[in-house]
């Protein structure tokens, strides 16, 4: 008896805080982000004093000191370092330049593509075969490509309103390509930037090399860049093209994830991790991936915590390190909750730039989408309002095997991919007012 009437009880007051509170609590939020500057300040400190974190690099090292102490000042329960190992990779001297009877020798603008090989000082000089997917290698032949560069021009597709589809439609040339070339004997590969923005700036990320098969250096170029080149080739088919690229892979070593923890009131040993990934590309601030990501998990803590929020659950604010080249955080992190016997009750991930919130994407279907979905009611005051099915971030991925609800952050994407990997990716190009109405959404 004394059970049901307490069933009864909480059913009232839960239904009671539905109606009212949320609303008053999602407001509060919002006002603290909106006039709060710390937030900002963190992002502007880890652009410019770490600046381009690729995973392994002092930058990086000075990034999870950061947040650290930024996530003991935002007031989190507990703060720690969780060691994991990385890939070091170091970019070398970098220089292109075409070579044709009439225009003589004119410079591209390239940056290698992570973990590619690099070249002896001289670099690489040869012909150049233009292609635009892995098919047409494979219909050249051998004989056509064996000793050549292999230049990837297919452009990311801006007919898809969806900029993560123009970006996918293109990326395995980035990925893959120099792999697929070189099982026709390609000496080397130069890859149109996937980004639908035509300017100046290369776009690096990483290539993957698949076993077995040579390793051949491979650069991304400039779209622009790109567009001259293919404009060369159809003038001068035989031009020479030379790639210096003196890049080098270091022996594995050591670095860390960052999380910062509120325990949970009711329930401390389920947990809610929301996340970003602290590396970013070397050429880069990495403002918009992801350091916004990262710092949107800290105003999280530091909002709670000002506001006197109490999560039922434990919930993490978590920096995952080595997002961009094999994704050695994420797993980290994930083995070392399954070692501890942790349940996770549900992982959201902010990796797609730090543009106004539209919402969140939910790996969920049927009726705890619907469960889901029936929250946007709150969010409509602030103009966000995309509930929908699909979501979540490579770091948080490995979660989902422990059962955690994979939720992505969803701001509006259109710029993204201008920015993406490039040196492009600025403090500047990041709104205060954007970012922060992302935070509040997440701290909601
Ligand atoms: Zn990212």
């Not at 600046?51 to 990086?60: E, F």
């Not at 040993?269 to 350091?291: K, M, P, Q, R």
């Not at 969140?360 to 966000?384: R, T, V, W």
């Not at 979540?392 to 969803?410: E, F, R, T, V």
Request: charged share 25%; hydrophobic share 40%; aromatic share 10%.
């Amino acid at each position: 008896m004394t059970r049901f009437i307490a069933a009864c009880f909480l059913l009232l007051f839960s239904a009671g805080l539905t109606a009212q509170e949320p609303e008053k609590v999602l407001s509060s939020i919002f006002d603290e982000a909106l006039s709060d500057q710390t937030a900002w300040k963190h992002l502007e400190y880890i652009c410019k004093n770490a600046g381009g974190r690729i995973c392994g690099s002092p930058a990086a090292e000075k990034a999870v000191q950061y947040t650290r102490e930024a996530l003991i000042k935002a007031g989190a329960d507990t703060v720690w370092l969780q060691i994991v190992s990385v890939p070091a990779w170091q970019r070398g001297k970098e220089k292109c330049t075409i070579s044709t009877p009439a225009a003589g020798k004119e410079e591209l603008t390239i940056a290698a593509l992570g973990m590619s090989v690099g070249t002896t000082e001289k670099g690489i000089t040869t012909g150049v075969l233009e292609v635009h997917d892995f098919d047409e290698i494979k219909a050249l032949g051998a004989g056509r490509v064996k000793g050549k560069i292999v230049f990837f021009n297919r452009p990311a597709d801006n007919k898809q309103i969806n900029s993560f589809a123009a970006y996918g439609g293109a990326v395995n040339q980035r990925t893959a390509g120099a792999s697929e070339a070189a099982k026709y004997g390609a000496v080397a590969v130069i890859v149109r930037s996937a980004t639908p923005a035509l300017d100046d700036f290369p776009h690096t990320g990483v290539t993957r090399y698949e076993d077995g098969i040579a390793k051949i250096p491979a650069v991304a170029v400039s779209t622009l860049d790109a567009e001259l080149l293919s404009k060369r080739l159809k003038e001068y088919p035989e031009l020479t093209l030379n790639i210096v690229s003196t890049c080098q892979t270091l022996p594995d070593t050591w670095s860390y994830n960052v999380i910062g923890e509120i325990r949970g009131s009711e329930k401390p040993g389920e947990y809610f991790t929301v996340g970003g990934h602290l590396d970013s590309w070397d050429i880069c601030e990495g403002a918009h991936d992801d350091a916004g990501g990262c710092v949107q998990a800290i105003e999280m803590i530091r909002i709670y915590k000002k506001l006197g929020i109490k999560p039922k659950r434990s919930v993490r604010a978590v920096m995952f390190m080595n997002e961009e080249i094999s994704g050695t955080g994420g797993r980290a992190y994930a083995d070392e909750a399954k070692k501890n016997g942790e349940i996770h009750y549900a992982a959201l991930e902010s990796d797609r730039g730090v543009m106004s919130p539209r919402g969140f994407g939910f790996d969920a279907d049927g009726e705890k989408l619907s469960k889901l979905q029936s929250l946007s009611k709150y969010f409509l005051q602030f103009n966000i309002r995309d509930f929908d099915k699909g979501g979540g971030g490579s770091d948080i991925a490995p979660l989902k095997a422990m059962g955690a609800l994979q939720i992505g952050y969803m701001p509006d994407t259109q710029r993204y991919f201008s920015y993406h990997h490039s040196a492009n990716d600025t403090f500047e190009e990041v709104n205060f007012r954007e970012f922060q109405m992302g935070s509040a959404s997440i701290a909601s």
